[in-house]
T-cell receptor, first 113, second 115 residues
Framework: GDSVTQMEGPVTLSEEAFLTINCTYT??????LFWYVQYPGEGLQLLLK?????DKGSNKGFEATYRKETTSFHLEKGSVQVSDSAVYFC????????????FGTGTRLLVSP | KAGVTQTPRYLIKTRGQQVTLSCSPI?????VSWYQQTPGQGLQFLFE???????NKGNFPGRFSGRQFSNSRSEMNVSTLELGDSALYLC??????????????FGPGTRLLVL
């Protein structure tokens, strides 16, 4: 079945450091790919998405490129801030027409001043 | 536009009881999906409703059920609660012509504790 694998956390960085969170997926067909972020005590917020191969999603300085050849969707940010501390989830939506997300386990990011 | 709202936000129940959680989608959205979030299993899809019909269901026992009303509001019900049902239950809605790649907008969740 469809699945998403993302790197274990926590990821601990100093402010202004470069961030990479790895995400790979297994799916039939051509899924859409998402990164969601969850702040403490809150629900999930969409960070960015890509719906086809080679698409790049970007938002708030975060970027991820849909790589079909490596089945990956790694999240990157050039300079993290303390306010970026949160849990980040990589997810896929199978190309079935139904609204179902398959999530990775989440990666906690801790940014210190 | 108001976001997805879920009620109640917190709930404490005892084993064997049943519980009903409510979700109001963003105005105009017709698709509502439910997810369970636990530390051990992560985020898992429960089911999706569109125009009052269940379109898709995850791998959960029959104790978990749901429904959607004509105004797109949705409820999920868990009967005969077990300790393992303690979780954050998240609801998400999608725009009217929701298709592959459409964004799901999440509510703040209902945290259920089963004692």
């Amino acid at each position: 079945g469809d699945s998403v694998t993302q790197m274990e956390g926590p990821v601990t960085l100093s402010e202004e450091a470069f961030l990479t969170i790895n995400c790979t997926y297994t799916a039939t067909g051509y899924p859409s790919l998402f990164w969601y972020v969850q702040y403490p005590g809150e629900g999930l917020q969409l960070l960015l998405k890509a719906t086809k191969a080679d698409d790049k999603g970007s938002n708030k300085g975060f970027e991820a490129t849909y790589r079909k050849e490596t089945t990956s969707f790694h999240l990157e940010k050039g300079s993290v801030q303390v306010s970026d501390s949160a849990v980040y989830f990589c997810a896929l939506s199978p190309n079935t027409g139904f609204q179902k997300l398959v999530f990775g386990t989440g990666t906690r990011l801790l940014v210190s001043p | 536009k108001a976001g997805v709202t879920q009620t109640p936000r917190y709930l404490i129940k005892t084993r064997g009881q049943q519980v009903t959680l409510s979700c109001s989608p963003i105005s105009g959205h017709r698709s509502v999906s439910w997810y369970q979030q636990t530390p051990g299993q992560g985020l898992q899809f429960l089911f999706e409703y569109f125009s009052e019909t269940q379109r898709n269901k995850g791998n959960f026992p029959g104790r978990f059920s749901g429904r959607q009303f004509s105004n797109s509001r949705s409820e999920m019900n868990v009967s005969t609660l077990e300790l393992g049902d303690s979780a954050l239950y998240l609801c998400a809605s999608s725009p009217p012509l929701a298709g592959p790649g459409e964004t799901q907008y999440f509510g703040p969740g209902t945290r259920l504790l089963v004692l």
